[in-house]
């Protein structure tokens, strides 16, 4: 039970690699609270999900890139768990395209889901962190934001964003003990990439030393550590979850 009587609160926690984390964390006695904006048939699935284990659960449906609601939402979770340990910004989007033809919508849109909305909420998480003297928060960034992939400009800056948050973020509360990391997943099969025709499956999973695609399970593995006192010394990094590929 690596994280009994700790609190996580995840973004983007009805599915995928959001819920992933969620049920892990859970496995290993966290309580739980998650955000979600459009997937509520989801997230109820994921909530009950959660509460067959046996933990405490708060769903909150929340637009993560709103700077008010991200304060209101850490507050409602201090209001039912009185502390929050972990965060997890796993909230985001993609809006794919090339440069020379990406709109400002799909520039702002993908900045405001995948950057702001870690800026939000580590600044509404960090004031309670700081008082108890301990946290970990943890950003799902992309091995794209670390080597960059064209017709994703717009996602590889937002993820690669949150590297620079992260490091920043760790040398300013690491002395009050609060560790700050990056996990940066590689091709992981979710349901964004269900529809991805079979032969190009094979030809991507041909370049990748492991010769698979990732899980949600992979990814969720790596923030256990990462949020356990098992990294209880590291912060400021970035774990690439990516079978090889990008190495």
């Known amino acids: 039970m690596l994280l009994e009587n700790k609190t996580a609160l995840i973004t983007g926690g009805a599915k995928g690699i959001g819920k992933a984390i969620a049920l892990r964390f859970a496995a290993e006695g966290a309580s739980i609270a998650f955000t979600y904006l459009k997937s509520r048939d989801a997230a109820m699935e994921t909530k009950r999900e959660l509460e067959e284990m046996g933990v405490r659960v708060l769903a909150i449906a929340s637009d993560a890139t709103d700077f008010d609601a991200a304060s209101k939402v850490v507050e409602q979770v201090l209001a039912e768990f009185s502390r929050i340990d972990i965060l997890v910004n796993n909230a985001g989007i993609t809006r794919d395209g090339l440069m020379m033809r990406m709109s400002e919508e799909q520039w702002d849109a993908v900045l405001n889901a995948n950057l702001k909305s870690a800026f939000n909420f580590i600044h509404a998480v960090t004031p309670s ?55 940066a997943p590689g091709f992981i099969m979710t349901d964004m990439t269900s529809d991805i025709p079979a032969e190009t499956m094979k030809a991507w999973e041909a370049g990748i030393p492991l010769r698979r695609g990732g899980t ?26 990516d079978g090889g590929m990008a190495m």
């Open 129 to 183: 962190m700081l008082r108890n003297r301990t946290g970990s928060v943890i950003s799902i960034s992309s091995v794209v934001g670390i080597h960059g992939n064209a017709g994703q400009c717009n996602y590889a800056a937002s993820k690669a964003g949150l590297i620079g948050l992260a490091k920043s973020m760790a040398r300013e509360v690491g002395s009050r003990g609060i560790r700050v990391n990056v996990v």
């Open 216 to 241: 949600p399970e992979d990814v969720a593995k790596v923030c256990l550590f990462l949020a356990s006192d098992l990294a209880s010394y590291v912060t400021g990094q970035v774990i690439e979850v």
